[in-house]
Nanobody
């Protein structure tokens, strides 16, 4: 079993930056791929970014490519999402997710964080 705790959300003006973090705990947490999803009000949850367990091969949704950067933290049980040049349409609850590999995270992640709110004002 893996537990995820995500943090770092907040209110920022358009063009600003935020950094989200997620810490995983559990016996095998360091060997899991991790990623981020988001859900805006009235919309379905959508994929944002994913990275494998050793911090390689990041993959992004087209909507965030070039603006967001996913990375593993100094401790391999953490993942960060650096969000730059934020837009009002990035406003959503952001969720950390983990799975045995990047395909599992993007298609049917078994483990989820509680979510952190990101609000971008225009």
């Amino acid at each position: 079993q893996v537990q995820l705790v995500d943090s770092g959300g907040g209110l920022v003006q358009a063009g600003g930056s935020l950094r989200l973090s997620c810490a995983a705990s559990g016996r095998t947490a360091t060997s899991y791929a991790m990623g981020w999803f988001r859900q805006a009000p009235g919309k379905e949850r959508e994929f944002v970014a994913v990275i494998n367990w050793i911090g390689l091969n990041p993959y992004y949704a087209d909507s965030v490519k070039g603006r967001f950067t996913i990375s593993r933290g100094d401790r391999s049980n953490t993942v960060n999402l650096q969000m730059n040049n934020l837009r009002p349409e990035d406003t959503a609850v952001y969720y950390c997710a983990a799975g045995i590999n990047t395909a599992a995270v993007t298609t049917n992640a078994p483990y989820w964080g509680q979510g952190t709110q990101v609000t971008v004002s225009s």
